[in-house]
């Protein structure tokens, strides 16, 4: 059973960083995809950040040069991780991690059976 949980995320100004984390469970390292997502309110979700089982790494044009997705398998534990730098307001939103077996689009949401709660980033002006 796949779980995936997301911490993180709060308040910070723009310009500022924060760094979310996915801890996962129930999935093997080298077979699954995983992704950053976020959703505001009254937008659509929006697929932020990919990386592929072959480590292959997808950004979004609005966080492209901002914002850096990796991953850590330490002690047989995964987590997905977000660097986000100079964070503006438009980048408000809930956070989500997604992962699945067989992605061939790293920012489409359909893509992803498995998903986290989220975490709420809010970016001050």
């Known amino acids: 059973q796949v779980q995936l949980v997301e911490s993180g995320g709060g308040p910070v100004q723009a310009g500022g960083s924060l760094r979310l984390s996915c801890a996962a469970s129930g999935l093997t390292y080298s077979t699954y995809a995983m992704a950053w997502f976020r959703q505001a309110p009254g937008k659509e979700r929006e697929g932020v950040a990919g990386i592929d089982s072959d480590g292959n790494i997808k950004y979004s044009d609005s966080v492209k040069g901002r914002f850096t997705i990796s991953q850590d398998n330490a002690k047989n534990t995964l987590t997905l991780y977000l660097q986000m730098n100079s964070l503006q307001p438009e980048d408000t939103a809930m956070y989500y991690c997604?992962?699945?077996?067989?992605?061939?689009?790293?920012?489409?949401?359909?893509?992803?059976?498995?998903w986290g709660q989220g975490t709420q980033v809010t970016v001050s002006s």
């Open positions: 997604a992962a699945d077996r067989d992605v061939w689009f790293l920012l489409v949401g359909a893509q992803y059976t498995y």
